[in-house]
């Protein structure tokens, strides 16, 4: 059996996007720093986000029912820490960083992200001590061209992105 130490140290290898998933709740705009994102279909768009269910947003994201997954350039790696609670900064204070709005859920959207994925929570599973969501996109918001933030190695690095249109329909 591979035990826990094992697997996070070989998932450290594994490169991923670093995003900050949002929430609007009856309590106000609620947020949290995930790596665990990914596409599943395009037909219809849904993406997969797998959430710890003893983060103080996870009960937030099963009530409001909706998700924003905003990915960060490398020029918003501070909103990583920052919602991650490693700054210790309570939720609705975290959000007065930077510029959010709205798009069709009315779950905080990140202006400047490379792109923010607007959900609602089409499914949901647990496994272990996550819960995975599958969330159905309701609207993408793309920022301008620009370097994307990864987490690989515990460390953060920057890539090039090319600008790529986004198509409607």
Request: glycine share 8%; with cysteine; charged share 15%.
């Amino acid at each position: 059996m591979i035990d826990r130490q094992t697997f996070r140290d070989a998932m450290a290898r594994l490169g991923a996007a670093v995003n900050v998933v949002t929430t609007n709740t009856d309590a106000g705009w609620r947020g949290f720093t995930a790596s665990a994102v990914c596409s599943v279909t395009d037909d219809p768009p849904t993406l997969l986000l797998c959430v710890n269910r003893t983060g103080d947003t996870h009960d937030a994201l099963v009530s409001s029912g909706i998700v924003c997954i905003n990915t960060l350039s490398a020029a918003q790696e501070a909103f990583s820490p920052l919602f991650a609670g490693f700054t210790q900064v309570p939720q609705p204070e975290r959000f007065q960083e930077g510029r959010w709005n709205t798009l069709v859920t009315g779950a905080p959207a990140l202006e400047g992200a490379v792109v923010s994925f607007d959900c609602t929570i089409a499914d949901q599973t647990t496994v272990g001590t996550h819960t995975v969501f599958f969330c159905a996109v309701q609207a993408i918001q793309t920022g301008a061209a620009h370097e994307a933030l990864i987490y690989a190695g515990r460390a953060y690095h920057r890539i090039p992105v090319r600008p790529t249109p986004v198509s409607a329909k």
